[in-house]
């Protein structure tokens, strides 16, 4: 069970120190922790174990299995399914201190270790990532991409590419480029569910070539 609309309420209005915006129809379980600037939008899920800190925003319809990290700035489009364990990392350790721990800086030094970072991360729209991958700071994943469970990503993740590995590499194309070339202006996660309803024969669809692509219906 996830917390009611009212309780969505009282965390947007009272989250003191935190800027949270959470869509009245999101659910948040129980047991998943929100900090920083989180921004969560329609029908998102956020299961259980979750922990969400820093400058987070979440698409339309995006959901999270349970026990996953997401630290820093970090973006997510609409319609992705981020599998148990997955980690976005955006931040790390500055390794050219002597020291790696933050507490001995905080506790015994009275000091800071401020964090390092290649820049925020991107989620492009309907991204499936793995079982127990990793994301690390300053990567893109583009639209369609899939994410190889136990995965670390360090580069950039081209639309539609299957990647995996550590690194993780480019190992195959979900689609031909003339397929891929015509989802990406398709653009189909822009479309409200109504049309979406309407178009239910492409989304059950294999699509071999661009053929398989037809002209969408988009009035009712």
Known sequence: MGYPSVTHGLLNRYAEGFDLEIARSARVSNGS?????VDLGPRTRISRGCILNGEVTVGKRTNFEPNCDVIGAVEFGRYCAIAKRSTFQQTNHDTRKPSLQIRLYDEVLDSELPPTSSGPITIGNDVWVGVDATILSGVTVGDGAV??????VTDDVEPYSV????????IKWRFPKAVREELLELEWWTWDEARIRRNRGFFERRLADESDVPTPVSEG
């Open 163 to 170: 990647v995996g590995g550590v690194p993780a590499e480019h």
């Open 33 to 37: 922790l929100l900090r920083g600037s």
């Open 147 to 152: 994410i190889g469970a136990g995965s670390v």
